[in-house]
């Protein structure tokens, strides 16, 4: 429906353009470290698709974001069969999974949602696996390393959350008796590519850059009250068009950039992060309130009015409405079983991470659908028979009262 060549996302575009960028070669690539504004992970994937196809159709890639959402649904099942004994209902919490559509229309467009979604079920499958042979063992092991660094360098804002994963993943296979030098190998190994590619980076930006130059612009917004409409979700059509113009160099972004022509990424970087620095201490209880709304913007279980469609606005508000109620209840919940306190563990450090990174990111957030949603379904369906018996109560209490 949407189309093979179709991107519909904003940042889509700049994905794309950055592949192009790639494609032409590492020369082209370092006379124009400029144009490299996002994340590099995913744009040379593209770019690697384009390669192989020799051409720049989205095709291949759409092929292989489908394929991701396909393997998430096997992992997803493969979890909530851990936790859910009917039959029925895991059928219908991986069927509600599969054709949630705020998972789905990423996987159709060019983003890096499906991925995260992936690499998020991935981690939590090593979680709570059991004990396995050592080949099996060296296998995962390595897999996770290399999983984790693309997550970084795709989305360095990934980089918190992971190492809260990690901790809880390398401590659980300790406790397992897993073989030490092969948990120490898949550290080395994680260290040893993001040290490449810090070093890869430096030389592209002529300077220091952590991760992403993309950090400094972040920076330079990150407590802007400008935003605060979008964090409630309450920004109109206008309002919200108006916001995300000025997000593109107003509040002196601009101006850095203006005066800073032809000088290294690095440099210009630098410059934003002390603007940053210096918008968030001017003011420093309005910022904190700033930096609070927009921790809940990530939780907020509605899109955004202006951003999105009537029906896309009222579809998020029914769907994550009732999903996060329950929730909420089962991370409050102290009778759970074991199986289901590791749920609760795992998501909670990962919810954290992601919480605190993206405070440095402004404007739409949309990243909690890609770590968060399949943790909304399987607990939602883990506590369905609790809450069909409660009805099943309250419908018998009533019909009692009416018969008196």
Known sequence: MKGFETTTIPDAAGYVAQAKIFSEGIDYTFKNPDLLTHGIGFSFLIALTFVFTQSTSLLLFKLILAVSHG?????????????????????????????DPFILIPSTDIQTEPITTLLTLFWLYLFLAEEMKKSRQIFLTLTFAISGFYSVIMRPNSLLALLLVAFLIYRRWIQHHFNSAVLITSVVVFVFLLGLYEIFITKLYSGFVFLTPIGGVSSAYMCRKEFIPQYLGIASREQNEQINVWSKGGGGVSEIFANNVGSPVSKVNNELFELGKESC????????????????????????????????????????????IVVI????????S??????????????????????????QIRHRVAFAEPFYWLIFFITLPAILKFATRAKTWVFEMRKQ
């Open 71 to 99: 393997l998430s649904v096997y992992l997803f099942a493969k979890i909530a069969d851990r936790y859910i004994t009917s039959k029925k209902l895991l059928a219908c919490c991986v069927l509600f999974f599969t054709f």
């Open 281 to 324: 201490l001017s003011n420093p209880l309005e910022s904190a309130g700033v930096l609070a709304l927009k921790a809940a913007a990530l939780w907020r279980p509605f899109t955004v009015f202006g951003a999105y469609s009537l029906s896309i606005f009222l579809i998020s508000f029914l769907l994550w409405v009732p999903l996060t």
């Open 329 to 336: 209840k089962f991370l409050l919940t102290r009778n759970l």
């Open 338 to 363: 074991r199986n289901e306190r590791l749920l609760r563990l795992f998501f909670l450090l990962l919810s954290f991470g992601y919480t605190a990174s993206l405070l440095l990111t402004p404007t």
